[in-house]
């Protein structure tokens, strides 16, 4: 739906006011979710000049809005021969660099036959409030609908025609999403391993930070078992029959440590590429500048992967639809029922955690409750309602610098480093999952897959990538490390984007905890507030 349409000839007056009547369009057409209006005002008004400068003040320009699925976006648009105002040259460099710095990256196409010079560019908007799990919630619904259909249908219709349709199609899809992960997590970590600088920087801030973090990962895991056992999710036959379960451990994290560096690619063995990628992160993290081309390419790639799977992310509630009606066909709607188990294994597994993590603040710092936790609830409370840590990013500097006053170097690096690195109750949500889905579809457990389990839970949650669908990312390595069956993986996205909509919270408290602590340990904080 076209929602602005303009032609003039673009002088000052025109431009200036095309820009304050396309800001006040967008706002209205987006129902006020535009990410940045500054960077859409620039943005705008630097193509129109460039527009102007390229084809002068004669010609007329047609600006245009249009709004669709896909989102929001604007077209600028002038007739004549094929001249691309978007081509830099080197005293317009700083201009366009600005655009990129503000994640705004047009685009130039010329349609031959209109003659048509033709800009065009997405408008960044926030995500809509439960906009995923309102589709996941149609996708179920049509999934239920379309099984009820299928009892109407003749025996040889179903088994011949929809269950291998259904199946084929969740297969394809399911493959396109795990070739995507692997490459998608080793630029993930490497990049992650790049930001922190020179490892002279991370020093004992940074190793003491880091060591704070591994103790809570470790109750967290503990807190997961403790909390599944009850449910009957682990046999012991293997104990039971004389096996050595150390030893059988012991080659599980063998296994981990590839043999090259080029076979864990090609056989996707997930776990591998990640111990690849953190030791190539730290060699270019050591050599520096010396790589940085390399860096640069790695980065690249990372972005362009990035941007691959949060498009292939908007197939999610299709995947589920295809995923969670090929499960009701196959008979096992009796055992998704225990998915529940899940949420209970989570929540109190999260519970202990959090408790645990503020009875360690207390000691530490030696503060009442009242003192630790009132500071912390603006920005909890912005990541309850918004299920993001970045959204609540300036308020949790704001409680950390102004209220604890921890050295503003220390947030500065360690809040940015947990956002990405620090999700303990991430790794309880997906362990659970993971270990939950391998009971239904192949029964419990033995205790090697278990603590496998655990250790793989910690990796993959310090290595997701903090994206949207990041979880999705990592849940082929879970699911390869516990066995559990590939068309258990819309059942995990279902009960991991429920779920999953209160682990920034979650998380995001327990970090700044862990901020105060390794501040008060290190003397990063004011002496009157240690």
């Given at each position: 739906?076209?929602?602005?349409?303009?032609?003039?000839?673009?002088?000052?007056?025109?431009?200036?006011?095309?820009?304050?009547?396309?800001?006040?369009?967008?706002?209205?057409?987006?129902?006020?979710?535009?990410?940045?209006?500054?960077?859409?005002?620039?943005?705008?008004?630097?193509?129109?000049?460039?527009?102007?400068?390229?084809?002068?003040?004669?010609?007329?320009?047609?600006?245009?809005?249009?709004?669709?699925?896909?989102?929001?976006?604007?077209?600028?648009?002038?007739?004549?021969?094929?001249?691309?105002?978007?081509?830099?040259?080197?005293?317009?460099?700083?201009?366009?660099?600005?655009?990129?710095?503000?994640?705004?990256?047009?685009t130039y196409a010329y349609q031959e036959k209109r003659s048509?010079?033709?800009?065009?560019?997405?408008?960044?908007?926030?995500?809509?409030?439960?906009?995923?799990?309102?589709?996941?919630?149609?996708?179920?619904?049509?999934?239920?609908?379309?099984?009820?259909?299928?009892?109407?249908?003749?025996?040889?219709?179903?088994?011949?025609?929809?269950?291998?349709?259904?199946?084929?199609?969740?297969?394809?899809?399911?493959?396109?999403?795990?070739?995507?992960?692997?490459?998608?997590?080793?630029?993930?970590?490497?990049?992650?391993?790049?930001?922190?600088?020179?490892?002279?920087?991370?020093?004992?801030?940074?190793?003491?930070?880091?060591?704070?973090?591994?103790?809570?990962?470790?109750?967290?895991?503990?807190?997961?078992?403790?909390?599944?056992?009850?449910?009957?999710?682990?046999?012991?036959?293997?104990?039971?029959?004389?096996?050595?379960?150390?030893?059988?451990?012991?080659?599980?994290?063998?296994?981990?440590?590839?043999?090259?560096?080029?076979?864990?690619?090609?056989?996707?063995?997930?776990?591998?590429?990640?111990?690849?990628?953190?030791?190539?992160?730290?060699?270019?993290?050591?050599?520096?500048?010396?790589?940085?081309?390399?860096?640069?390419?790695?980065?690249?790639?990372?972005?362009?992967?990035?941007?691959?799977?949060?498009?292939?992310?908007?197939?999610?509630?299709?995947?589920?639809?295809?995923?969670?009606?090929?499960?009701?066909?196959?008979?096992?709607?009796?055992?998704?029922?225990?998915?529940?188990?899940?949420?209970?294994?989570?929540?109190?597994?999260?519970?202990?955690?959090?408790?645990?993590?503020?009875?360690?603040?207390?000691?530490?710092?030696?503060?009442?409750?009242?003192?630790?936790?009132?500071?912390?609830?603006?920005?909890?409370?912005i990541n309850l309602t918004t299920s993001s840590q970045v959204?609540?990013?300036?308020?949790?500097?704001?409680?950390?610098?102004?209220?604890?006053?921890?050295?503003?170097?220390?947030?500065?690096?360690?809040?940015?480093?947990?956002?990405?690195?620090?999700?303990?109750?991430?790794?309880?949500?997906?362990?659970?999952?993971?270990?939950?889905?391998?009971?239904?579809?192949?029964?419990?457990?033995?205790?090697?897959?278990?603590?496998?389990?655990?250790?793989?839970?910690?990796?993959?949650?310090?290595?997701?990538?903090?994206?949207?669908?990041?979880?999705?990312?990592?849940?082929?390595?879970?699911?390869?490390?516990?066995?559990?069956?590939?068309?258990?993986?819309?059942?995990?996205?279902?009960?991991?984007?429920?779920?999953?909509?209160?682990?920034?919270?979650?998380?995001?408290?327990?970090?700044?905890?862990?901020?105060?602590?390794?501040?008060?340990?290190?003397?990063?904080?004011?002496?009157?507030?240690?």
């Amino acid at each position: 739906m076209i929602f602005l349409d303009k032609t003039d000839r673009l002088t000052n007056e025109v431009i200036a006011a095309w820009v304050k009547d396309a800001e006040s369009a967008c706002r209205q057409a987006s129902k006020d979710r535009m990410e940045n209006a500054t960077s859409f005002r620039l943005a705008l008004e630097e193509i129109l000049l460039r527009f102007r400068d390229e084809f002068g003040t004669e010609e007329e320009c047609r600006l245009k809005g249009v709004r669709n699925t896909a989102g929001i976006r604007f077209e600028i648009s002038l007739q004549g021969p094929p001249r691309n105002p978007l081509a830099v040259s080197t005293d317009e460099e700083l201009p366009y660099e600005l655009l990129s710095h503000l994640n705004i990256k047009p685009t130039y196409a010329y349609q031959e036959k209109r003659s048509l010079n033709l800009v065009t560019y997405q408008v960044a908007l926030k995500p809509r409030k439960n906009g995923m799990l309102i589709h996941l919630g149609y996708a179920l619904v049509l999934a239920v609908l379309t099984y009820l259909l299928s009892r109407l249908l003749p025996g040889s219709v179903k088994e011949g025609y929809l269950i291998p349709l259904i199946a084929g199609l969740f297969g394809k899809l399911s493959s396109v999403f795990s070739a995507l992960a692997t490459p998608l997590i080793f630029c993930a970590v490497i990049s992650g391993i790049g930001g922190l600088g020179d490892v002279n920087s991370i020093g004992k801030l940074g190793a003491t930070l880091i060591r704070r973090m591994m103790v809570t990962y470790l109750i967290a895991a503990a807190a997961m078992v403790l909390f599944g056992l009850p449910f009957g999710l682990v046999s012991t036959h293997a104990a039971a029959a004389g096996e050595n379960v150390f030893t059988d451990i012991l080659t599980v994290v063998l296994d981990i440590i590839p043999g090259n560096l080029v076979e864990p690619f090609r056989v996707d063995n997930d776990l591998q590429v990640i111990v690849i990628a953190i030791f190539v992160g730290i060699i270019m993290l050591i050599l520096g500048s010396r790589v940085q081309r390399i860096r640069e390419i790695l980065d690249e790639g990372g972005a362009l992967i990035n941007r691959m799977m949060m498009a292939v992310c908007k197939l999610l509630p299709l995947f589920v639809y295809l995923g969670i009606t090929n499960i009701l066909l196959s008979d096992r709607l009796s055992q998704i029922s225990s998915v529940i188990t899940v949420f209970v294994i989570t929540l109190a597994g999260a519970a202990v955690t959090i408790g645990i993590t503020t009875i360690r603040t207390r000691i530490v710092t030696g503060r009442p409750l009242s003192w630790i936790v009132k500071a912390q609830i603006p920005s909890l409370l912005i990541n309850l309602t918004t299920s993001s840590q970045v959204s609540a990013m300036p308020e949790s500097m704001k409680c950390c610098k102004d209220k604890w006053h921890i050295n503003e170097k220390m947030v500065d690096f360690g809040l940015p480093f947990g956002i990405v690195v620090y999700m303990p109750n991430g790794a309880i949500m997906l362990g659970a999952t993971a270990w939950v889905l391998s009971v239904i579809a192949t029964g419990p457990v033995d205790v090697t897959t278990l603590v496998k389990l655990a250790l793989v839970s910690i990796i993959v949650a310090i290595a997701a990538p903090p994206i949207p669908g990041s979880a999705f990312a990592v849940l082929p390595i879970l699911f390869s490390a516990c066995g559990t069956d590939a068309s258990m993986m819309p059942l995990a996205i279902v009960v991991g984007s429920t779920v999953g909509y209160l682990l920034p919270a979650m998380n995001g408290y327990c970090l700044q905890q862990e901020l105060l602590m390794t501040a008060c340990k290190t003397g990063n904080i004011s002496p009157e507030e240690t």
